[in-house]
């Protein structure tokens, strides 16, 4: 069984540009989570995927965005990027929208500059 | 919007020690979530707990949330060095949530010295 990736494990951007972060979700889970994380703070709930369609989202902007695909891997884009959004990124798959069964990928690490 | 806050922020203790990590909401917790994180890395799933007065263990890891199901606690005996890291505690914002997401804690940073 696959655990949750993520791609890239680092990144470093400029503010005002884009950026895309990748997840593979768990295998035989059809629903994504993305959370953003910054320094010292816990996770904040960014949106969810839940067979190719947002299920949900915490309060964030629309610059945030996110796609996921038949094989319910997901993408999380953000544009006009600010020196706020340094964080770590994390996705968590689970089966069905189900929050208790949800599995953390290891995170994406983005630094604006 | 439902608040977690959990105490102490951080906490040193030494091998071979008991410890306890509070996390007390704002709200009503329908669903309360431990979770365990290495620096700059993913969330492992520790615990989840639903029912006031319910307590599970897991190893050497007890978790309890009262039965007003505002307030639980992680409780850790003979600590080993294996158990450092930050302990983050997750609020299911709705009975039978997903789609909301979890609302989490700002962390306990644990350390377990030799």
């Known amino acids: 069984e696959t655990g949750v990736t993520q791609s890239p494990t680092h990144l470093i951007k400029t503010r005002g540009q884009q950026v895309t972060l990748r997840c593979s979700s768990q295998s035989g889970h059809n629903t994504v989570s993305w959370y953003q994380q910054a320094l010292g703070q816990g996770p904040q709930f960014i949106f969810q995927y839940y067979r190719e369609e947002e299920n949900g989202r915490g309060n964030f902007p629309p610059r945030f965005s996110g796609l996921q695909f038949p094989n319910y891997s997901s993408e999380l884009n953000v544009n006009a990027l600010e020196l706020d959004d340094s964080a770590l990124y994390l996705c968590a798959s689970s089966f069905e929208p189900m929050v208790a069964e949800q599995y953390f990928g290891p995170g994406t690490r983005l630094t604006v500059t | 919007s439902q608040e977690l806050e959990q105490s102490p922020q951080s906490l040193i203790v030494q091998e071979g020690k008991n410890l306890t990590i509070n996390c007390t909401s704002s709200k009503t917790l329908y669903g309360l979530y431990w979770y365990k994180q290495k620096y700059g890395e993913g969330l492992i799933f520790l615990m989840m707990?639903?029912?006031?007065?319910e307590e599970k263990s897991h190893e050497k890891i007890t978790a309890k949330l009262d039965e007003k199901k505002q307030q639980s606690s992680l409780h850790i005996t003979a600590s080993q060095p294996s158990h450092a890291g930050i302990y983050l505690c997750?609020?299911?914002?709705?009975?039978?949530?997903?789609?909301?997401?979890?609302?989490f804690g700002k962390g306990t940073h644990l350390i377990i010295q030799p």
């Open positions: 997750g609020a299911d914002p709705y009975s039978g949530g997903g789609a909301d997401g979890l609302t």
């Open positions: 707990l639903q029912k006031g007065g």
